[in-house]
């Protein structure tokens, strides 16, 4: 079974600082993603980023950046420079391939608890 | 652009009353999703179909049944509704990402449900 834990329940931050949001991922699996999503007030989920297992290089985006490490099942997302527009509920999910759950997986995502994230003006 | 949509925003319904939650997507995707997501709980998904007429339980499909009748529609049934299932309901989508793997999934706006 997968399992995904964000420690963090919420962040509270003053505009302009960098934040760091936590994720930690439980899989037996070799091959899998990971996901970040956000869901602003408005309530609709914005997918963030895709990760596969076999691809450890980090990523930025603009503000974004983030840190995947095999080692410590980590996969930790970064805001420099937060905005007030930051202020969201962020997901950490997990999804393993297809193939290694015998092909009736289908992407199924397995969510974190979520972060809430209020950014201060 | 893909879109997924959700018959309602709001909905409030009484105890024992038969409910249904109706999600379209217009991307042509394989897959479609039905979520429940409470606070401190995240998203835990109810059902998903990776076909038209095919179906599978996810985590907590107690109470719940789905239909896919068609490929672009995928409905939740909340046969007795009760007080518990009061909640976000949120629908998605994906394509079948094949030996790439599974791909992203495209959310509804939601519906939040209360059963008094």
């Known amino acids: 079974a997968q399992k995904v834990t964000q420690a963090q329940t919420e962040i509270s931050v003053v505009e302009k600082e960098d934040v760091t949001l936590d994720c930690v991922y439980e899989t037996r699996d070799t091959t899998y993603y990971l996901f970040w999503y956000k869901q602003p007030p408005s309530g609709e989920l914005v997918f963030l980023i895709r990760r596969n297992s076999f691809d450890e290089q980090n990523e930025i985006s603009g503000r974004y950046s983030w840190n995947f490490q095999k080692s410590t099942s980590s996969f930790n997302f970064t805001i420099t420079a937060s905005q007030v527009v930051d202020s969201a509920v962020y997901f950490c999910?997990?999804?393993?391939?297809?193939?290694?759950?015998?092909?009736?997986?289908?992407?199924?995502?397995?969510f974190g608890q979520g972060t809430i994230l209020t950014v201060h003006p | 652009d893909v879109k997924v949509t959700q018959s309602s925003r709001y909905l409030v319904k009484r105890t024992g009353e038969k409910v249904f939650l109706e999600c379209v997507q217009d991307m042509d995707h394989e897959n479609m999703f039905w979520y429940r997501q409470d606070p401190g709980l995240g998203l835990r998904l109810i059902y998903f179909s990776y076909d038209v007429k095919m179906k599978e339980k996810g985590d907590i499909p107690e109470g719940y049944s789905v239909s896919r009748e068609k490929k672009e529609r995928f409905s939740l049934i909340l046969e007795s509704a009760s007080t518990n299932q009061t909640s976000m309901y949120l629908c998605a989508s994906s394509s079948w990402g094949g030996l790439a793997g599974a791909g992203e999934q495209f959310f509804g706006p939601g519906t939040r449900l209360t059963v008094l």
């Open positions: 999910a997990l999804s393993v391939s297809p193939l290694n759950a015998g092909g009736t997986s289908y992407g199924k995502l397995t």
